[in-house]
């Protein structure tokens, strides 16, 4: 089996939320460089693949079943929006590779997912069975006519943000506080290809997380609240997924209707003890927003 599968994928990408500073460890080193990041997640994830624009396949934006090309701040306005910004926004292209081991054979236990956007390219990777995850971002380049620079090029810190930059001026965790991997009906469209019945972006949600970095504020791990929305949810402290029904939570993949979930259920004092249970973590900023982001795949 290729290294590189046929591209589909979903979420996410990297989402530019709260510009707000975490806490550093001690024995932090200061102003370390993309490539410094890059060397570190290939310590854990193995050796970074080659992303293509050509891999990525573009999401399908439709209303109706109808191809649409206007973008549209109202979820209602295609069948399967993204979670956050625009939910109906067309011309983004997912992606999906396998993790690389040292003898160059596949490792199926690690997982890279790019999501393009205009001039700029977001990429998760996680390795599934320890939760251990990475963030990268380009934010300015034309992903899709140059060749995207790898660790081994002179330009790659020219062109990929440094981790300071992901976790204090974008802030991934803020949006990708509940898990690596998000699900939205936009990329929950799409399946394996040489499997339809798999979902293209992986079924992550309960296992460990943790963000590789010294610069990362770390996923809450706390006990979450005892009550019925966790039962399906894992509470998601932010409402940047404005486009969702539940924005405190995190929906159930496969997500592939904004509007089809019964919670007629769901009584307001389940709903309001995940909102206290939030409101206990003192996170910042954990209201809406229209900040822009790469996310995608959620």
């Not at 504020?217 to 894992?234: A, E, I, L, M, Y």
Request: some cysteine.
């Amino acid at each position: 089996m290729k290294n590189i599968l046929p591209l589909i994928v979903v979420v996410l990408g990297l989402c530019q939320c709260s510009p707000t500073p975490h806490d550093i460890t001690s024995g932090y080193v200061p102003n370390r460089t993309a490539l410094d990041y890059a060397y570190e997640c290939e310590a854990v994830l193995g050796k970074l693949p080659e992303f293509k624009y050509e891999d990525a396949i573009e999401i399908p934006m439709t209303k109706n079943g109808v191809p649409i090309t206007q973008e549209s701040s109202n979820p209602n306005d295609c069948d399967h929006p993204f979670a956050f910004n625009a939910p109906c926004d067309s011309g983004n292209r997912m992606g999906r590779y396998s993790g690389i081991n040292a003898d160059g054979s596949e490792n199926e236990d690690v997982v890279f997912i790019t999501f393009f956007r205009g001039p700029g390219l977001g990429v998760i990777g996680t390795k599934i069975s320890t939760g251990e995850t990475c963030f990268f971002e380009i934010d300015d380049f034309d992903v899709a006519n140059t060749p995207i620079p790898q660790p081994s090029d002179a330009n790659y810190n020219n062109v990929w943000g440094s981790p300071s930059q992901l976790a204090v001026e974008i802030n991934c965790v803020n949006c990708h506080m509940a898990s690596a991997i998000l699900h939205s009906p936009a990329v929950d469209q799409i399946t394996m290809p040489d499997d339809p019945t798999q979902l293209l972006l992986p079924l992550t949600g309960f296992e460990p997380y943790v963000v590789i970095g010294q610069e990362w504020g770390q996923p809450k791990t706390t006990s979450f609240p005892d009550n019925q929305c966790v039962s399906c949810h894992r509470p998601q402290c932010t409402t940047h997924f404005q486009n969702y029904p539940l924005d405190e939570l995190v929906m159930p993949p496969p997500f592939l209707d904004a509007t089809s979930f019964d919670h007629s259920q769901i009584t307001d004092a389940d709903r309001q003890a995940i909102r206290d249970w939030c409101a206990t973590l003192q996170l910042p900023n954990l209201g809406g927003g229209d900040d822009d982001d790469n996310d995608g795949g959620d």
